[in-house]
C-alpha cells in the first residue's frame, strides 16, 4: 500500500543518506561539548557549520541521486510498484531536512540547550499533524499526487524546527552562518550540473535495460559519472574545501592516488 511503501519501504532506502551523512558529522560533537566547556562560543559556531555542510555536501546530492533514479533504485530493492517509485522521487528531499534537523537536535544536546529540542520537536511534529491532511486535500484537488502532501507537511515541520533552533543559537551563543550560505551558493553549480548529466544518462540508456540486474548498472553508471562530475566542480569551486576541510580532502585525493602525497 501506500502507506507502507512511505513509511516503511521507500524511507528504508533513504536511511543510506542517513547512515552516511550522520556517520561523518557524529565526530564533530564531542569537540564542540569540549569547547562549550571552555566557552569558546566562534569554535563551536564553526564546527558547527562544519557538520551542517557535510550533510548538505554529502546528503544532497545523493538524495538528489536516488530522487532520479528512483524508479531503477526501488525495483532494485522491491521489484515494481505502481507507487514506489513516485514516492520515491520526493521523499528523500524530505529525509535530509530530517538529517539536517537530526545534526542540529545532536549539536543542541551537546550544548546543553534540551529545552530548545523539546520546543522545536513539539513544533515541527505539530505543524505537521496540522497540515498532513488538509495538504493531501490540496494536492489531490490540483492534481498532484495527494500523498505528496504528507510528505509537504513533514518538509514544512522540519523547516520550521530548523528555523527556531538556528535562530535560538544566534540569539543565545551569536551563532553567524555566512560561512554557510557561501557552501550553499556554491553547491548550486555542482548539484545542476550533476543533476543534468545523471537524467540525460538515464533518459538515454534506461529502455535498454529492464531486469533488476540491469538496473543495477544503470544506477552504478549514473552515479559513477555523477559523483565524478559533481566532485570535480565541487573541487574546482573548493567547495570540498570548505565543507569538508583541506586536510580531510587531500587525504582522501591521496588514498585515491589523485594527488601526489606532499
Not at 3 to 28: D, E
Not at 45 to 66: D, E, R, Y
Not at 98 to 124: P, R
Not at 194 to 217: D, G
Amino acid at each position: 500500500t501506500i502507506g507502507s511503501i512511505m513509511a516503511t519501504w521507500a524511507s528504508k532506502i533513504c536511511l543510506i543518506v542517513n547512515a552516511i551523512t550522520f556517520g561523518l558529522t557524529i565526530n564533530i560533537i564531542p569537540h564542540m561539548s569540549a569547547n562549550y566547556v571552555k566557552k569558546d562560543y566562534k569554535a563551536i559556531n564553526n564546527q558547527f557549520i562544519k557538520s551542517i555542510a557535510m550533510v548538505i555536501v554529502i546528503g544532497l546530492p545523493m538524495s538528489i541521486g536516488i530522487s532520479i533514479l528512483a524508479k531503477e533504485v526501488y525495483y532494485i530493492f522491491y521489484g515494481y510498484s505502481e507507487y514506489g517509485a513516485i514516492i520515491l522521487r520526493f521523499l528523500p528531499f524530505s529525509v535530509m531536512l530530517g538529517n539536517i534537523n537530526m545534526v542540529v537536535n545532536t549539536s543542541l544536546q551537546s550544548l546543553d540547550k534540551f529545552k530548545t529540542i523539546y520546543i522545536t520537536t513539539f513544533a515541527g511534529l505539530l505543524t505537521n499533524a496540522l497540515l498532513d491532511i488538509p495538504l493531501m486535500i490540496l494536492c489531490n484537488k490540483v492534481g498532484i499526487y495527494p500523498y505528496y502532501g504528507a510528505i509537504i507537511s513533514t518538509i514544512i515541520g522540519s523547516a520550521l524546527a530548523l528555523t527556531i533552533s538556528l535562530k535560538r543559537l544566534k540569539k543565545d551563543m551569536n551563532f553567524k552562518y555566512g560561512d554557510l550560505l557561501t557552501i550553499l551558493k556554491k553547491s548550486i553549480l555542482p548539484l545542476l550540473s550533476m543533476s543534468l548529466v545523471v537524467i540525460a544518462l538515464e533518459y538515454f540508456i534506461s529502455p535498454f535495460f529492464t531486469t533488476r540486474i540491469t538496473s543495477i548498472i544503470i544506477c552504478t553508471i549514473c552515479a559513477l559519472v555523477g559523483a565524478i562530475v559533481y566532485g570535480l566542480i565541487a573541487y574546482k569551486n573548493n567547495l570540498l574545501y570548505d565543507s569538508l576541510g583541506k586536510e580531510y580532502v587531500d587525504e582522501i585525493l591521496t588514498k585515491l592516488r589523485l594527488k601526489k602525497k606532499n
